[in-house]
């Protein structure tokens, strides 16, 4: 991935965990200081999100956010703290993922 896409991609990760009531202090402060980041690069970023949500990676590559450490430390951040937990099943027995379900094992 990009610096141009990782950056976008932690926007709309940010924007999208901002839409729920669950979304942790956390989350919040790493979304708002992204943005912050961003716009120190661009001056604004109205020009860069097209729609709500949806970021224009031309306009990011413009304003050179993929050669800006604090940037790129700032959206690392963000999508860490926003992708899912990491569960490796490999070799397992046994296991089920989600609510609600019935299992039967015969080892």
């Known amino acids: 991935m990009s610096g141009v896409e990782l950056v976008a991609a932690a926007l709309a990760a940010g924007a999208s965990a901002g839409l729920t009531d669950t979304v942790s202090t956390a989350v919040k402060d790493a979304y708002s200081a992204l943005r912050e980041a ?3 690069r661009m001056g ?3 020009a860069v999100e097209t ?3 949806v970021w224009s990676t031309d306009e990011l ?3 050179g956010v993929a050669d800006d450490a604090a940037v790129l430390a700032a959206a690392e ?3 860490r ?3 899912g937990p990491r569960i490796d099943l490999r070799d397992a027995k046994g ?3 989600g609510d609600h379900n019935t299992q039967h094992n015969t080892f």
């Open 38 to 40: 961003v716009a120190r």
């Open 44 to 46: 604004s970023l109205d």
């Open 51 to 53: 729609a709500p949500g």
């Open 61 to 63: 590559a413009a304003s």
């Open 77 to 79: 951040r963000l999508l």
């Open 81 to 83: 703290l926003t992708e």
């Open 95 to 97: 296991v089920q993922v």
